[in-house]
T-cell receptor, first 114, second 114 residues
Framework: SQQGEEDPQALSIQEGENATMNCSYK?????LQWYRQNSGRGLVHLIL?????REKHSGRLRVTLDTSKKSSSLLITASRAADTASYFCAQKDYGGTSYGKLTFGQGTILTVHP | DVKVTQSSRYLVKRTGEKVFLECVQD?????MFWYRQDPGLGLRLIYFSYDVKMKEKGDIPEGYSVSREKKERFSLILESASTNQTSMYLC?????????????FGPGTRLTVL
């Protein structure tokens, strides 16, 4: 299966600024999820957006989904140094018997400078 | 809280050795997954399992096998380790819910094959 693509590959910002990461995918999806990975650790689920939703919020996170463009974006507002991590999008394909299988993007490395 | 544990954080093995990576989850999840993570390539699915004794190949199964004798435990086996299997290995689990499938990750095992 083909992985989605994320851009930028790396993002460096100052504390307090907003960070936007984008994800594109190729197939029809059931939902799209965003995960965070701190250096050398496992991934942690952040937020899930279903294919019939256009926008979702969770605290300082805002996710949008445009199924016509097969793209999603993750916005982190008022970033903090503790937000420094890698961020991955993951798509749950529509239909079939995928047993919860996700296809992950290659990730965006976010660095927030104090 | 869901807890996914992996048997080792760091592992060093020699070429040709048989390597076992163990993963245990404590939330009665049906699905379990093994990924490898390499710089620039994101997460790639090796194998997954949707039930005891059931397994499905992922995107890169060559050189690996798996075992799921109990619901909570999913083992990844490198039959004859090679240097190109040096990588970070991540285990994950999830419930069988068609619309969600949030995955919970272990901390990862960084394997070096010399």
């Amino acid at each position: 299966s083909q992985q989605g693509e994320e851009d930028p590959q790396a993002l460096s910002i100052q504390e307090g600024e907003n960070a936007t990461m984008n994800c594109s995918y190729k197939t029809s999806i059931n939902n799209l999820q965003w995960y965070r990975q701190n250096s050398g650790r496992g991934l942690v689920h952040l937020i899930l957006i279903r294919s019939n939703e256009r926008e979702k919020h969770s605290g300082r996170l805002r996710v949008t989904l445009d199924t016509s463009k097969k793209s999603s974006s993750l916005l982190i507002t008022a970033s903090r140094a503790a937000d420094t991590a890698s961020y991955f999008c993951a798509q749950k394909d529509y239909g079939g018997t995928s047993y919860g299988k996700l296809t992950f993007g290659q990730g965006t490395i976010l660095t927030v400078h104090p | 809280d869901v807890k996914v544990t992996q048997s080792s954080r760091y592992l060093v093995k020699r070429t040709g050795e048989k390597v076992f990576l163990e993963c245990v989850q404590d939330m009665d999840h049906e699905n379990m997954f093994w990924y490898r993570q390499d710089p620039g390539l994101g997460l790639r699915l090796i194998y997954f399992s949707y039930d005891v004794k059931m397994k499905e190949k992922g995107d890169i199964p060559e050189g690996y096998s798996v075992s799921r004798e109990k619901k909570e435990r999913f083992s990844l086996i490198l039959e004859s380790a090679s240097t190109n299997q040096t990588s970070m290995y991540l285990c994950a689990s999830s419930l069988v819910l068609a619309d969600y499938n949030e995955q919970f990750f272990g901390p990862g095992t960084r394997l070096t094959v010399l």
